[in-house]
């Protein structure tokens, strides 16, 4: 069986996810008798895990990472090893907030007006280079611009699109048409710019060769979501600028931002009957590919934002394969609420998951088709750069009680949203960071596309728990001990499978990045179905374990 057909037919769907994360919560609180903010601590904390019982599928799609476009060292070669070792093999592009809904792709340039202010874009980030990129992981998630014209004197231009979806996944023999844009441009046909994709640079360049890249073999490329926040875009009275949609007017100073509020042009019904259009015509290109839209993160997003998630639904869910949307945890200290409040935001992260997933299908129930839920991705899922940490591995425990939920509550992709930086890899690729950690932790347990989740159980709040059953028959379990000062005695109790006596056992926590070491690997020569192991504090484990001839 191939893995895409694994995916499709193992795959698990959002709504059948819900009740169980919240059974996992109330199961915690019962046998605890406790609330999930006690102070107590067990002596032993009980962990349960049944190989058996399926949860849901790790696909090519699953973990990835954004390719900001203001570093050229996101596209270069040396970084796949890196990012292979973790599984984030998704790259998100154009991966820079604000800059999506301005690129020009066959250009590799940004629109301008008057009152735009331009991000930086550097030479070698242009979508030849992160297509040659891609074709080597073998997965994306590409942002196309909703918001501009070539030319900076209207909105988007879904020919355009449709042309992109030609250069990354057509075949070069194809004479289909794809016609004259609103403005004027003529895209050609669909063979045109896979021919382009296929060939070698010429001589002499005539601006496109950044686009030849001998490629012969379309990418394949199939998550494609149309702008970046468009509900962000003035007509709720937002800054138009960290949203740029110029299918209103155009502002020509900051001090016409303030015409774009209730401009009809911006208004949630004008943005769905554009993404339809824009579906459409990507679709006639290539109609395997997924159409995503990012909306507002409910429940509280919608209070900012009312009636966009609905309008758009109501209008547009049957053009809608997924929903992008946004998670980052705020919990903060006083008294300048500048710094992270860590306990919290690990506590928060089921019933904040939970409350998600469960406002997002209460809306799909009322305004989508029956039998149409498009998937969820979170583009990205982080935590606040900004915000002052008491512990740096505060981003690995988080992730990793965060990342493996969302994988198994259905999510398309979750995407963290940097790779060169203080969380994740160094320019020089020097150090590694917390949050590269991270993801190398999940990659173990989940390793290849086909691993399965299965349902896992702790006793306690303060270690979480996650377990696959890998393709390759290998036993795999994570235990997060979220406390910062106290070792987790946790009893495991596996059902299910026959584990091995041998097993390999991995660690990343707080002593580890405080003395700049990686992961700790070590040997178990006794493992056994009910096995006894101390987790130190604020770290993660691993274990891997043949299951038993």
């Given at each position: 069986?191939?893995?895409e057909?694994?995916?499709s037919?193992?795959h698990?769907t ?11 919560s109330l199961w915690s609180?019962?046998v ?9 601590v067990?002596?032993?904390i009980k ?6 019982k399926?949860s849901n599928?790790l696909t090519?799609y699953?973990?990835?990472a ?7 060292t996101n596209f270069?070669?040396g970084?796949?090893p890196?990012?292979?070792s973790?599984?984030a093999?998704?790259l998100?592009y154009?991966g820079t907030?604000?800059v ?5 792709w066959e250009?590799?340039?940004l629109a301008?007006y008057k009152g735009?202010?331009a991000?930086y874009l550097?030479p070698?980030?242009d979508f ?5 990129l891609?074709s080597?992981l ?5 942002i196309v611009?909703y918001g501009?014209n070539?030319?900076g004197t209207?909105?988007?231009?879904p020919?355009q699109?449709a042309?992109w979806?030609?250069y ?9 048409v794809i016609g004259?844009g609103?403005d004027g441009?003529?895209w050609?046909t669909?063979g045109?710019?896979a021919?382009?994709?296929s ?7 005539d601006?496109?060769?950044?686009l030849r890249?001998g ?6 490329l ?6 970046d926040?468009?509900?962000?875009n003035g ?15 155009i502002?020509?100073s ?5 015409r774009l ?5 911006l208004a949630?019904a004008a943005i769905?009957?554009n993404v339809a259009?824009?579906a459409?015509a990507?679709?006639?290109v ?6 995503g839209v990012?909306?507002?993160?409910p429940?509280?997003?919608n209070?900012?934002?009312?009636d966009?998630?609905?309008?758009m ?11 992008g949307?946004?998670w980052?945890p705020?919990?903060?200290?006083p008294?300048?609420?500048k710094?992270l409040?860590?306990?919290?935001s ?5 019933n904040?998951?939970?409350t998600?997933l ?8 009322q305004?989508?088709p029956?039998?149409?839920i498009?998937q969820i991705?979170?583009e990205?899922a982080?935590?606040p750069t ?7 591995v505060?981003?690995t ?7 493996p939920?969302l994988?198994?509550a259905?999510i ?5 949203p940097e790779?060169?930086g203080?969380t994740?890899l160094s320019t020089?690729k020097?150090?590694l960071?917390?949050a590269y ?6 990659h173990?347990?989940?390793h ?5 989740f299965v349902v ?9 728990v996650h377990?696959t059953?890998r393709?390759d028959?290998v036993l795999?379990?994570?235990?997060v001990?979220?406390?910062p000062k106290?070792?987790?005695t946790?009893?495991l109790?596996?059902?299910?499978a026959?584990a091995?006596?041998k097993?390999?056992r ?6 580890q990045?405080t003395?700049?070491a ?5 040997d178990?020569?006794d ?6 192991i101390?987790?130190p ?13």
């Open positions: 069986m191939t893995t057909r694994r995916e037919t193992k698990v959002v709504a059948s996810r819900i009740a169980r994360i919240c059974e996992w609180v019962s605890v008798g406790l609330s999930l903010c006690s102070t107590l067990q002596a032993q962990v349960n895990v049944d190989f058996s399926e599928i090519s699953s973990m990835g954004a390719a900001v476009m203001s570093n050229s270069a070669p970084v796949i890196y990012l292979r973790t599984g093999e998704t998100v154009p907030p604000q999506a809904d301005l690129y020009q250009s590799h340039s301008s735009a202010s991000p550097a070698e980030s030849g280079h992160f297509a040659v891609a080597q073998g997965g994306g998630v590409v611009n501009s070539r030319s209207g909105g988007g231009d020919k699109a042309a979806v030609a990354a996944n057509a075949n070069s023999a194809s004479t289909q004259k609103a441009t003529d050609h669909v045109y710019w021919a382009m994709r060939a070698a640079p010429l001589a002499q360049d601006g496109y060769n950044f890249i490629q012969q073999k379309p990418l394949n199939k998550l494609w979501q149309i702008g926040q468009l509900y962000n007509f709720y009275g937002a800054t138009h600028a960290s949203e740029p949609d110029l299918h209103g007017s502002p020509t900051a001090r016409d931002l303030g509020n209730k401009n009809p042009a949630p769905a009957q259009l824009y459409d990507m679709k006639a290539d109609p395997t590919i997924k159409i990012a909306l507002p993160t429940p509280e997003g209070g900012t934002f009312p966009f998630t609905r309008t639904l109501r209008k547009a869910c049957s053009a809608i394969d997924y929903v949307l946004t980052t705020t919990a903060l200290l008294p300048d609420y710094a409040d860590e306990a919290q690990l506590s928060n992260i089921k904040q998951v939970g998600v469960r406002s997002y299908l209460d809306e799909v129930g305004d989508c029956k039998n149409h498009p991705a979170f990205p982080t935590v900004w915000a002052r940490r008491e512990h740096a505060f981003d425990l988080w992730l990793d009680a965060s990342y939920l994988i198994e259905g398309v992709n979750v995407a963290w790779l060169y203080d994740f020089d020097s150090k960071g917390p950690y991270g993801l190398q932790l999940v173990i347990i989940a290849t596309p086909g691993d399965m896992a159980g702790s006793s306690d709040a303060a270690v979480d377990a059953r393709r028959g795999g379990v994570m235990l001990n979220e406390d106290r070792p987790a946790v009893k109790s596996l059902q299910g026959r091995d006596s097993a390999k991995f660690d990343y926590g707080w002593k990045q003395s700049g990686g992961l700790t690997i070590s178990i020569t493992f056994s179905n009910d096995f006894t101390t987790v504090p604020y770290t993660v484990t691993d274990l891997l374990v043949p299951q038993a001839k």
